[in-house]
């Protein structure tokens, strides 16, 4: 009990009301309403794939097999996704390095980054993107 009289009070748990009269996001409440929009999408991919079990031929590389038709267009989706994040994975992690080799240079120079010569990775994103300018 003693301990406990020494230390302050910890923050209130819940702020309140804000300014504009809404209360402010917790990270749980983010969660728990991320939690169920999965569980409702889940819902939704069992009845698609429930509903859709006839028989589809399918092959791939050579190999050839049938699946139902609902689970190969889920694969589908799956590989398709899978393929668009792979670039774009590559080039955040090439962006990634590039921070990293600006802050070490900046560090070690003392030189603002503005003050280098920009690297080749981000110079080629700046002249060849054009589109979200």
Excluded: C, K, Y
Excluded at 88 to 117: F, N
């Amino acid at each position: 009990m003693t301990a406990m009289r020494n230390h302050p009070r910890p923050a209130d748990p819940d702020p309140g009301p804000r300014l504009d009269g809404r209360r402010a996001r917790s990270r749980m409440g983010e969660l728990w309403v991320t939690l169920v929009v999965a569980a409702f999408v889940l819902l939704l991919l069992l009845i698609f794939v429930l509903q859709n079990g006839q028989q589809a031929q399918v092959s791939f590389l050579g190999a050839h097999g049938s699946l139902p038709m609902g689970v190969a267009l889920l694969l589908a989706a799956v590989f398709g996704v899978l393929l668009v994040a792979l670039p774009g994975t590559v080039r955040i992690l090439q962006l990634r390095a590039v921070g990293r080799r600006r802050s070490a240079v900046t560090s070690a120079t003392g030189a603002p980054a503005t003050d280098r010569r920009p690297d080749t990775a981000v110079a080629a994103d700046q002249s060849g993107s054009s589109t979200h300018r």
